[in-house]
């Protein structure tokens, strides 16, 4: 079995497409992503992938170049070209911290030219240096930063600063050191410049971090400081009745968990608990209801209200496990508890549906 260009499953004895992957030994293929070859599609964690329309299920956030006619078209694959370029993540999340990287690391190869009276190509090895400096030190500390922020499971100011703390103090580290060494520094004096940059690029990255991850909370109706989530007495006293187009995002969720509660009360089942933490591999998520049937089920519930309610990066990796695989859980935290006796412990014990309303 192999893949062809689109990153559809072939038999490799006669080029057919394959029916049924369920005697497959591999699970990855196609650009390293897990495949659900019963249902022909790559799960390519941050969004679903179509082999065989060679589409995306939902849109890429980033529109890659707007100078092009298949750049435009945010569904297709890599520019609708497989064969020359690979999308390793579903999205292009390094574009911009390596474009601003490059952009400020060439203007301090310039600087840094201008200080030893480099002219010509001379200046141009200083330029085209710096900015590959910077960009490496963007793309590094980006993903320091991301890598950070999904494991301390805070947000907010808080998450921010923690996160862009992270990543500034990477990039600043990496920037002053190998600044340095071009500028023909000794080593002692590099490692200077590295702590230099590792301790103003750690503060202004907090700084930035916590800004930004304080506004995007408060813009989502969530605390500004810890990106928690308000509750529902905390929220408006006419938010479920108001016009859903005034509502912010966090209302919206919280109204549509609200009605989703209100059906199954009326259907006999019994609400457990609300934000139940569960964990499929080491990746952790919060599930909006834990309920228990008329006839002693538990029963996972995820609300998305509105036609733009959008699933996060881990939800994009854990609830197609839970849906398609039906993936053992692992309990977490005190709202677990009231769900499952065994905290910690791997379960199958639970049925899960995602319901959206429009």
């Not at 029916?19 to 679903?48: K, P, V, W």
């Not at 980006?142 to 499971?153: K, N, P, R």
């Not at 808080?158 to 996160?163: L, P, T």
Request: with cysteine; hydrophobic share 40%; net charge negative.
């Amino acid at each position: 079995m192999f893949k062809e260009t689109w990153g559809n499953s072939m038999s490799a004895s006669d080029w057919t497409l394959a029916q049924d992957g369920s005697n497959f030994a591999f699970r990855c293929g196609f650009t390293g992503h897990e495949h659900y070859d019963r249902f022909g599609i790559i799960n390519m964690n941050a969004r679903l992938y179509d082999p065989v329309l060679g589409r995306f299920f939902s849109p890429d956030p980033q529109v890659q170049n707007p100078f092009s006619t298949q750049g435009l078209n945010r569904y297709s694959y890599c520019g609708n070209n497989p064969v020359m370029c690979i999308d390793e993540d579903g999205e292009f999340w390094w574009l911009i911290p390596a474009a601003i990287g490059a952009f400020v690391g060439a203007f301090e190869g310039y600087n840094l030219a201008m200080d030893n009276g480099a002219t010509g190509w001379e200046m141009f090895g200083y330029i085209a240096g710096g900015a590959l400096i910077g960009g490496m030190s963007g793309v590094a500390g980006a993903a320091v930063s991301t890598a950070v922020a999904g494991a301390i499971g805070v947000s907010g100011f808080a998450g921010g600063a923690i996160a862009g703390a992270a990543g500034g103090a990477t990039a600043g580290a990496i920037n002053g050191l190998s600044t340095s060494l071009i500028s023909g520094n000794t080593l002692a004096e590099s490692a200077k410049q590295m702590g230099m940059g590792f301790l103003y690029g750690g503060l202004g990255g907090a700084l930035v971090g916590g800004i930004y991850g304080g506004v995007t909370a408060k813009m989502d109706g969530r605390e500004f400081w810890n990106g928690k989530t308000l509750s529902t007495d905390e929220l408006p006293p006419t938010h479920l009745n108001s016009d859903p187009h005034s509502m912010t995002p966090q209302q919206k969720g919280v109204a549509g968990v609200e009605h989703v509660i209100d059906e199954y009360e009326q259907q006999g089942y019994q609400i457990l608990q609300r934000e139940v933490t569960i964990e499929v591999d080491g990746v952790r998520v919060r599930v909006d209801i834990a309920a228990q049937s008329p006839n002693m089920e538990i029963t996972l519930v995820e609300v998305k209200n509105g036609p733009y309610a959008n699933f996060t990066p881990n939800q994009k990796i854990v609830y197609p496990q839970m849906m398609l695989d039906h993936a053992p859980i692992v309990p977490i935290g005190q709202n677990a508890a009231g769900v499952w006796p065994q905290i910690g412990q791997p379960t199958t014990n639970y049925v899960f549906i995602i319901i959206k309303i429009y």
